[in-house]
């Protein structure tokens, strides 16, 4: 972990110098850093003497392809929370525990240097002036990011010195999910081009709904909150309206105050339907201001080529989204994994994977059979309950028929499952003590109504498989023969994906090819194990880990 919550990353260098150094920088910086690094750009400042520069560098093609350079190097630190200044002003949001130089930009002794960045750093973000100054020497194994587009020195065909246009009223539109370079280059952008005012539209509800991994978009209002500290942190002098949109076209098609609307490239076409909607409602078309989309070129297989939040999601699978909930009488070995998902989410066939690593794998399906078969704990409570109609001529228990007589029918539903739940728990519970006799350190307990019966409390950490509705209406059809409306009122008799997500430790997806779920599933047991080795001793190292090695099968 880096020995700083949070710093202030002063650059004095022209800007066109920027693009190809900005790797190196921001690796230098990022390893002493853990939380928000702002970044300071005051070209010509001596920091040793008296500033010489401007306050603040011209909003140009420089400073964006200086700022893409920025958010580009800063996307390949994963978790990096890199924030480039655009104005003093007010007090940052976090308040800086580092202020950081480049070496190289501040020859000479270093302690006029120091105290030049501590003097800065007081005087335009209200900083303590006995803050730790620190020098950088830049990365050079970082040092290749370079400009985005591959050319330090910008557009040949670009005026150098070229203004960006002004709008008094800006407006820009996204999901704005685990806010990443590309937003935070919008964003700015949008800062550069708006004097007075800045509309920032949410994505929300229906907008959602067709998203990759919807289920871990962040809540609207973190979102928000996000993004508004961003914003306000980066130019503080502006107006923020931050509203969410419950359509594609939101206030930018009423709002008469309006002169630009930021987009993307993938964006035009929607900024070109805005301004028909503007026409049709009486208001001036908007200027539209197109800002390059950012390549990730650390993207994976399945995952998008720009920086998106859909892959920033997708890169959460298998990764361990929230502690695990601490249950003071559940022994920790075996640690038990809580398994579940919805009809078709593929949750059965990452417990077989979860078998092929070393899992002992309980099935709750099969346990559930048990309980009803003649002589079993349930069968004659059940009976009792329901009447000798639901029995078969051998006395065995026709599920079918019980089926009907619950189904659609609450009171009688909880009825069979007041019975039914606690004799699979207690069956459940017997399996994890035959693992436990085995020697096997992890147990997967494979249980559909893991959450609804209330069996979290059994195990260390939930983990949910979860598949877009329409890839599960397409599985429940060509498997169970099913028409696609009973497949859907299957479905929504269930619990939601994002009801069980929220229950959840770790979250994987089987929407994929099955050699992308093998991957996610390894990644997931791979953690674990990480999660459950003993801490390094006194001489540094750690035992082996409890559970098992294996890789999933091909």
């Given at each position: 972990?880096?020995?700083?919550?949070?710093?202030?990353?002063?650059?004095?260098?022209?800007?066109?110098?920027?693009?190809?150094?900005?790797?190196?920088?921001?690796?230098?910086?990022?390893?002493?850093?853990?939380?928000?690094?702002?970044?300071?750009?005051?070209?010509?400042?001596?920091?040793?003497?008296?500033?010489?520069?401007?306050?603040?560098?011209?909003?140009?093609p420089a400073l964006l392809r200086a700022l893409a350079a920025l958010y580009a190097a800063a996307a390949a630190r994963r978790g990096l929370d890199l924030r480039v200044l655009l104005g003093p002003g007010r007090r940052l949001a976090r308040q800086p525990r580092v202020l950081l130089a480049a070496a190289a930009e501040a020859p000479?002794?270093?302690?006029?240097?120091?105290?030049?960045?501590?003097?800065?750093?007081?005087?335009?973000?209200?900083?303590?002036?006995?803050?730790?100054?620190?020098?950088?020497?830049?990365?050079?194994?970082?040092?290749?990011?370079?400009?985005?587009?591959?050319?330090?020195?910008?557009?040949?065909?670009?005026?150098?010195?070229?203004?960006?246009?002004?709008?008094?009223?800006?407006?820009?539109?996204?999901?704005?999910?685990?806010?990443?370079?590309?937003?935070?280059?919008?964003?700015?952008?949008?800062?550069?081009?708006?004097?007075?005012?800045?509309?920032?539209?949410?994505?929300?509800?229906?907008?959602?709904?067709?998203?990759?991994?919807?289920?871990?978009?962040?809540?609207?209002?973190?979102?928000?909150?996000?993004?508004?500290?961003?914003?306000?942190?980066?130019?503080?002098?502006?107006?923020?309206?931050?509203?969410?949109?419950?359509?594609?076209?939101?206030p930018a098609v009423t709002d008469p105050d309006l002169q630009c609307l930021v987009v993307s490239e993938e964006t035009h076409r929607g900024g070109e339907a805005v301004n028909r909607k503007r026409l049709e409602n009486g208001l001036p078309e908007l200027a539209l201001y197109e800002i390059q989309l950012m390549k990730d070129p650390?993207?994976?297989?399945?995952?998008?080529?720009?920086?998106?939040?859909?892959?920033?999601?997708?890169?959460?699978?298998?990764?361990?989204?929230?502690?695990?909930?601490?249950?003071?009488?559940?022994?920790?070995?075996?640690?038990?994994?809580?398994?579940?998902?919805?009809?078709?989410?593929?949750?059965?066939?990452?417990?077989?994977?979860?078998?092929?690593?070393?899992?002992?794998?309980?099935?709750?399906?099969?346990?559930?059979?048990?309980?009803?078969?003649?002589?079993?704990?349930?069968?004659?409570?059940?009976?009792?309950?329901?009447?000798?109609?639901?029995?078969?001529?051998?006395?065995?228990?026709?599920?079918?028929?019980?089926?009907?007589?619950?189904?659609?029918?609450?009171?009688?539903?909880?009825?069979?499952?007041?019975?039914?739940?606690?004799?699979?728990?207690?069956?459940?519970?017997?399996?994890?003590?035959?693992?436990?006799?085995?020697?096997?350190?992890?147990?997967?307990?494979?249980?559909?109504?893991?959450?609804?019966?209330?069996?979290?409390?059994?195990?260390?950490?939930?983990?949910?498989?979860?598949?877009?509705?329409?890839?599960?209406?397409?599985?429940?059809?060509?498997?169970?023969?099913?028409?696609?409306?009973?497949?859907?009122?299957?479905?929504?008799?269930?619990?939601?994906?994002?009801?069980?997500?929220?229950?959840?430790?770790?979250?994987?997806?089987?929407?994929?090819?099955?050699?992308?779920?093998?991957?996610?599933?390894?990644?997931?047991?791979?953690?674990?194990?990480?999660?459950?080795?003993?801490?390094?001793?006194?001489?540094?190292?750690?035992?082996?880990?409890?559970?098992?090695?294996?890789?999933?099968?091909?």
């Amino acid at each position: 972990m880096p020995p700083f919550a949070s710093g202030l990353l002063v650059l004095t260098a022209p800007l066109p110098a920027l693009p190809r150094r900005a790797a190196g920088l921001v690796a230098a910086a990022a390893g002493l850093v853990a939380g928000p690094l702002y970044v300071h750009l005051q070209p010509g400042l001596r920091l040793g003497g008296p500033a010489t520069g401007p306050a603040a560098p011209p909003a140009g093609p420089a400073l964006l392809r200086a700022l893409a350079a920025l958010y580009a190097a800063a996307a390949a630190r994963r978790g990096l929370d890199l924030r480039v200044l655009l104005g003093p002003g007010r007090r940052l949001a976090r308040q800086p525990r580092v202020l950081l130089a480049a070496a190289a930009e501040a020859p000479g002794p270093p302690e006029p240097v120091q105290l030049g960045l501590q003097r800065l750093a007081a005087a335009a973000y209200g900083c303590p002036p006995s803050l730790p100054a620190l020098l950088l020497g830049e990365d050079a194994a970082g040092d290749t990011g370079g400009d985005p587009e591959g050319d330090p020195e910008g557009d040949p065909g670009q005026d150098p010195d070229a203004a960006l246009p002004e709008f008094l009223d800006v407006a820009v539109g996204g999901t704005f999910d685990r806010l990443h370079g590309a937003h935070r280059l919008l964003l700015s952008a949008c800062c550069l081009l708006a004097r007075r005012r800045l509309l920032a539209g949410v994505a929300d509800g229906e907008l959602l709904r067709h998203k990759v991994l919807p289920e871990l978009i962040e809540p609207y209002e973190l979102r928000a909150a996000k993004l508004r500290e961003f914003l306000e942190d980066v130019k503080p002098s502006l107006c923020y309206d931050i509203v969410p949109l419950a359509d594609p076209f939101g206030p930018a098609v009423t709002d008469p105050d309006l002169q630009c609307l930021v987009v993307s490239e993938e964006t035009h076409r929607g900024g070109e339907a805005v301004n028909r909607k503007r026409l049709e409602n009486g208001l001036p078309e908007l200027a539209l201001y197109e800002i390059q989309l950012m390549k990730d070129p650390d993207h994976r297989q399945n995952e998008e080529e720009k920086i998106s939040s859909s892959s920033l999601r997708q890169r959460l699978l298998g990764t361990l989204l929230q502690p695990p909930r601490r249950h003071p009488a559940l022994p920790l070995r075996p640690y038990v994994i809580g398994l579940t998902g919805g009809t078709g989410s593929g949750k059965t066939s990452i417990a077989k994977l979860l078998g092929h690593l070393g899992a002992f794998v309980i099935d709750a399906d099969k346990l559930g059979h048990a309980v009803y078969v003649p002589g079993g704990p349930a069968y004659e409570p059940v009976v009792a309950a329901f009447g000798a109609e639901i029995l078969n001529k051998d006395g065995t228990i026709n599920r079918k028929v019980l089926g009907a007589k619950v189904f659609g029918n609450q009171e009688q539903l909880k009825r069979l499952t007041d019975i039914v739940w606690p004799e699979i728990a207690q069956m459940a519970k017997e399996r994890v003590r035959e693992a436990d006799a085995q020697g096997k350190a992890v147990c997967v307990l494979d249980a559909a109504v893991l959450l609804e019966a209330g069996w979290q409390d059994m195990v260390h950490e939930v983990w949910t498989a979860i598949i877009p509705e329409e890839e599960a209406v397409r599985r429940i059809v060509a498997r169970d023969g099913l028409t696609e409306e009973a497949a859907r009122h299957r479905l929504q008799s269930q619990m939601t994906n994002r009801q069980r997500v929220q229950q959840s430790q770790v979250v994987l997806c089987t929407l994929w090819e099955p050699h992308v779920t093998r991957q996610q599933v390894q990644k997931a047991w791979e953690l674990l194990q990480q999660r459950l080795s003993p801490e390094p001793g006194p001489g540094g190292t750690a035992p082996p880990p409890a559970v098992s090695s294996r890789h999933c099968p091909r």
